[in-house]
């Protein structure tokens, strides 16, 4: 099968986030064929945004482009479309993209699926005045593509649960069952708990648990991932600590994972990103179950990760903001023997792993929808 790829996010194999997860479902698939649309030269327009980006008037540079969003020319993508002939057209309901793929989904008259990996109208990079015209747009995309793919239950809630859209959760990394089983293993006191990921939004929060826990013997903090959004000195001082190992390749920092006893999660408490946190799924959680180590969830009730958390009782959740709830939460699995046991949550990481969750089920799942609208396209 045929795919073009027409979208402000593109598969990227040493990526994060979305850009990942898109190579995963569409490189890593021999029997997908893929081409990515990419500017050959950016417009004039496009090069004067960023420029003002780069003097520093970030709020206006993305009015202008709330304004008059810039995207190529049809007779540029339709060239191409024409070139490669592809059978499908896929995008990402973020960035400004996206209204192209529609676009030129309804000239060629071939279908398209959308991802809507996390509602986007809510991101610092879109204007608050702005954020309803956005928030209008995604639901048009939503509304003209062909399939919806929603990562989470929230966003499917956000979207009105239209017919055409499905739940399907990121793709996470296979892993042999044997690096999955970490259940039983010998553990010497402290706990060792690894955070991967986002450390924008996630930033603060991370560092709070990392102040809380420094020096503390029953529980270590182990933190990966780029650009920490964190006090002048943090990163240094816990980078000496040996808390803090920068940003790894997503291959690199899997081989390290099961070096760990728990898997924390975060999700963000700020009232500003409630719908965001509502809408997005954690990628980590999925990647998490995968090598069978318990989960700790730390976000609000309404978080999408707490919700799938408190369900048969999942993981561990700590549903309070400080840090020191984060530790107390924690100091309850501490048993007799003076060591924290988190084996019930073992269990609940790998069935979710074999189930929901499972490499195989979810890639189906994607080719189940690519193949539905090919089919539906010919008929």
């Known amino acids: 099968m045929k795919i073009f790829v027409i979208s402000s996010v593109v598969p990227n194999a040493s990526g994060y986030g979305g850009e990942l997860i898109l190579d995963r479902y569409l490189n890593q698939d021999e029997e997908l064929e893929t081409k990515v649309f990419r500017w050959n030269k950016f417009p ?25 969003p810039v995207c190529p020319s049809a007779r540029t993508i339709d060239h191409e479309i024409n070139d490669f002939k592809p059978e499908l057209i896929v995008t990402v309901a973020h960035g400004w993209l996206h209204l192209a793929a529609v ?8 279908p398209i699926v ?19 015209r956005v928030d209008q747009i995604l639901r048009n995309t939503c509304s003209q593509s062909t399939a919806v793919i929603g990562v989470s239950k929230g966003m499917i809630r956000e979207l009105d649960s239209p017919s055409h859209a499905q739940l399907i959760h990121d793709l996470p990394t296979t892993l042999p069952l044997s690096r999955s089983n970490s259940e039983g293993k010998e553990k010497d006191k402290p706990l060792k708990i690894v955070y991967f990921g986002n450390l924008s939004e996630y930033g603060p929060m991370v560092e709070a648990a990392l102040n809380h826990l420094e020096g503390n013997d029953d529980i270590e903090l182990h933190v990966f991932g780029p650009k920490p959004h964190w006090k002048r000195g943090a990163e240094d001082h816990f980078r000496k600590a040996g808390r803090f190992h920068g940003s790894l390749s997503p291959d ?3 081989n390290r994972v099961p070096e760990f006893d728990a898997i924390l999660v975060t999700m963000s408490f700020e009232p500003s990103l409630k719908r965001r946190m509502m809408t997005s799924f954690p990628s980590k959680l999925i990647e998490g179950v995968q090598h069978g180590l318990p989960l700790i969830v730390w976000g609000p009730d309404y978080c999408s ?7 048969d009782s999942r993981a561990l959740c700590v549903t309070d903001s400080k840090a020191a709830a984060l530790y107390d939460e924690i100091m309850k699995y501490k048993n007799a023997r003076g060591r924290i046991d988190l ?5 609940s990481s790998r069935f979710a792993a074999e189930n929901e969750f499972d490499p195989k089920t979810i890639r189906h799942d994607f080719r189940d929808i690519l193949e539905t609208v090919t089919c539906k396209s010919l008929s």
């Open 305 to 311: 990760g707490i919700e799938w958390a408190k369900s």
């Open 44 to 68: 004039l327009r496009l090069k004067l945004i960023g420029k003002l980006r780069q003097l520093g008037f970030l709020k206006i540079s993305a009015g202008i482009e709330c304004i008059w």
């Open 103 to 110: 676009k030129a989904s309804k000239r060629n008259h071939i």
């Open 343 to 347: 084996d019930l949550f073992h269990e």
């Open 114 to 132: 959308t991802f809507f990996q996390d509602w986007w109208a809510d991101f610092d990079d879109v204007p608050g005045f702005f954020r309803g």
């Open 252 to 254: 690199k920092l899997m």
